[in-house]
T-cell receptor, first 111, second 114 residues
Framework: AQKVTQAQTEISVVEKEDVTLDCVYE???????LFWYKQPPSGELVFLIR??????QNEISGRYSWNFQKSTSSFNFTITASQVVDSAVYFC????????FGAGTRLTVKP | KAGVTQTPRYLIKTRGQQVTLSCSPI?????VSWYQQTPGQGLQFLFE???????NKGNFPGRFSGRQFSNSRSEMNVSTLELGDSALYLC?????????????FGSGTRLTVV
């Protein structure tokens, strides 16, 4: 069965620090999609990025960047120069018939 | 373009009662999925409806059921509520190609069973 592991339960950083959220997945499929979502205190899950299994290019979007490594089954997410507004729970997810989420990492950015 | 709308936002029910939650997907989206989120179990998939048919189902007891209407709006029902059903219930809509494009989520319905 597919599985998504986010080993970091909680991370606390001071504003302007860089932070990396880890995600490791397991799947037997050769074609699959990986996602990151952000859940602020309001509760709504906000889509951040989608990556398919054939595209191992790293991606940068402003202060966000993602490192997909198929060889280690990892899809890590880095926030550069973190801000207080980045405080949220971040979920990594793997999609086959439906989306399976990791347990989430709660990020707290202190001023 | 309106987002995914879930009603009500908050609900308090007594053990043994039943509850119905509603979700209106993004216009044009034909797939609606439901998730239960609890501190202990995280985000767990309940079921997915596509064109009024249940397409996928998670590992939940039969007390949890759902349906989808011709306008793609979906409802989920929980009968004989238990204390452990207290959770945030999230609805997600998709064009239908979930594995390709992912979901757009609603703000959720927070159910408290007392």
């Amino acid at each position: 069965a597919q599985k998504v592991t986010q080993a970091q339960t909680e991370i606390s950083v001071v504003e302007k620090e860089d932070v990396t959220l880890d995600c490791v997945y397991e799947t037997r499929d050769t074609t699959y999609y990986l996602f990151w979502y952000k859940q602020p205190p309001s509760g709504e899950l906000v889509f951040l990025i989608r990556r398919n299994s054939f595209d191992e290019q790293n991606e940068i979007s402003g202060r966000y960047s993602w490192n997909f490594q198929k060889s280690t089954s990892s899809f890590n997410f880095t926030i550069t120069a973190s801000q207080v507004v980045d405080s949220a729970v971040y979920f990594c997810a793997l999609s086959e018939a439906y989306m399976r989420f990791g347990a989430g990492t709660r990020l707290t950015v202190k001023p | 373009k309106a987002g995914v709308t879930q009603t009500p936002r908050y609900l308090i029910k007594t053990r043994g009662q039943q509850v119905t939650l509603s979700c209106s997907p993004i216009s044009g989206h034909r797939s609606v999925s439901w998730y239960q989120q609890t501190p202990g179990q995280g985000l767990q998939f309940l079921f997915e409806y596509f064109s009024e048919t249940q397409r996928n189902k998670g590992n939940f007891p039969g007390r949890f059921s759902g349906r989808q209407f011709s306008n793609s709006r979906s409802e989920m029902n929980v009968s004989t509520l238990e204390l452990g059903d207290s959770a945030l219930y999230l609805c997600a809509s998709s064009t239908g190609q979930v594995i390709n494009y992912g979901y757009t989520f609603g703000s959720g319905t927070r159910l408290t069973v007392v």
